[in-house]
Every structure is written in structure tokens, then in C-alpha cells.
């Protein structure tokens, strides 16, 4: 089981205007923390799931997919990490 950001917040990513929930690091962090505190990690709940809306509208420049920078600064990987611990 996991928590997955298209339910409540769909693709909100107007955090200049709604930062408390627009699609951005801030959101994914805060609510990874409160799987932990709130007791849904000790029921099982495992994931937290980036969805969609999370992409730059510009690839790299060797055309991959990325984060948009003003949204997660600290990039995928850094989230990523954040969340495994």
C-alpha cells in the first residue's frame, strides 16, 4: 500500500499561489513523514508515489526527462533518497 498525490492534490503545480498544495518536494516530504508519524508505515502502507506532474517542460539536454527545478531543487534521486529512509 502507498499514498499517491492525484487524489487530493491532481496536478496542481501553482505553488507561488497554493504552495501548502501544489505538486513540489515540500508536499512529497511532508507527506512521507506523515505515513510515518501518523501510523500508516506501521499498518503497511510502503510507497509514496509520484504520479504525474512532477517534469520540467523541457527535457535535459541529452533529452531525458526531469524534475522541474523550482519544484524539487533537490532533484528525484535526493526525494527518492529522503523517502527510503
Known amino acids: 500500500m502507498g499514498w499517491l498525490a492525484w487524489e487530493r492534490f491532481r496536478c496542481n503545480t501553482d505553488c507561488k499561489n497554493d504552495p501548502e498544495n501544489c ?11 506523515l505515513v510515518v508519524s501518523e501510523g500508516y508505515a506501521a499498518v503497511g502502507y510502503e510507497y509514496i508515489n509520484i504520479d ?3 517534469l520540467d517542460k523541457t527535457r535535459s539536454f541529452n533529452g531525458r526527462l526531469q524534475a ?4 524539487f531543487p ?3 534521486a535526493d526525494l527518492s533518497n529522503y523517502v527510503s529512509t
Open 68 to 71: 522541474d527545478a523550482k519544484r
Open 23 to 33: 505538486i513540489s518536494e515540500r508536499l512529497f516530504r511532508t507527506m512521507a513523514d
Open 74 to 76: 533537490r532533484g528525484i
Open 52 to 54: 504525474d506532474c512532477w
